[in-house]
Each structure stands twice: as structure tokens, then as C-alpha cells.
């Protein structure tokens, strides 16, 4: 499996090329897998529906199974910070690309996503694991760079360019044991 990270700040335009990568990577016949970092709580499921009734009566595990899909909820007990690392290890074996949103201070190799209208910083000059960058600016990123730069509004050329680079992202879990 190969896996790559997105990292830049809120409005950087991550989940927007994420989303548009997954069908350009699909097109090419790969099953493609997202991992993504949330903030505190949040929810996939509704009250008065069974599977939060199920987790508001104190459920540890909550696994909701149809044809078609499968979700899996845990609650914690304690407030746990897991690794991407955690949580690529949940994933399905069969996946060939996992694209991870966030986790941007991660061992991951990642793209830097970067808009000069956000006001921002770049990570590029003090993150070692980023491999390259996408932007919609590339004429105004703040410092020299010798990483590729990629259009951010071009998620078929990202896509070409993950692919001609793929033995970079190749993902061997024993190095990275949760």
C-alpha cells in the first residue's frame, strides 16, 4: 500500500484536492482509502438513531454493517491521541493508495497544500517529510524551494505526479508498530 499525507492549515484547500484525488486515482482502476485527523468530539451518526443509541447507552465498539458499507465507532474511556499510524493499521489490506488529511507533524511523506490568501506560513522549510507542495501560488511561496510544486486546481496532474513517484510513498508497517 502506498501512503501520503496532506498537511496545511484550515482553508488550505486539503479535503477539496483530497476529494477530487479520489476519483482521478479510482479512474485508474486503485482502491483509495482516506484517513483524516478530526479535532475533539465529533459525530457520523444522529441522535435517535440506533447507532447512537447504542454508543450513548455506553457501547464500547459500535459496528454498523450493510451491503455496501461498514462503519466502525469507538469510544474512549480516557482521551487518547492515536498515531496515523493507529489508524492506518485499522484499515482494509486490500487498499492501494491511503490519503491522509492532517496528522501535518506526522512521519508521513505529504504534499504541503499552501494558499497565499490564507496568510499562512509554509511548513517546507522545517518539515523533512514533505515531498512536495500544492499551490494555487506557486510565484509567491515565501522561500526557494528544490521540491516539486504542484496546481493545487489540478488534481489529475497530482495524481500523475503521485503516481510516477509511487516507490517514494510505499508504506511498510513493521517500521511504524502502533
Known sequence: MKVVGFAG?????????????????KLRGLRV?????????FDIDHPGKDSWRHRE?????????????????????QP??????????????GVDWVLVEGFKHSDLLKIEVWRAACGKPVRYGDDDFIAAIATDSPDQLPAPTALDVLDLNDAEAVA?????HADRFDYNPEVYVP
Open 160 to 164: 500523475e505526479w503521485l503516481l510516477a
Open 80 to 93: 487518547a491521541e492515536l498515531s496515523v499510524h493507529h489508524l492506518i493499521a485499522e484499515l482494509y489490506e
Open 9 to 25: 492549515y484550515s482553508g488550505s484547500g486539503k479535503t477539496t484536492l483530497v476529494e477530487r484525488l479520489i476519483p482521478a486515482l
Open 57 to 77: 447507552a455506553g457501547a464500547f465498539e459500535v459496528v454498523v454493517a450493510s451491503d455496501q458499507r461498514l462503519v466502525l465507532m469507538r469510544e474512549f474511556e
Open 33 to 41: 482509502s482516506v484517513v483524516k485527523h478530526a479535532h475533539h468530539s
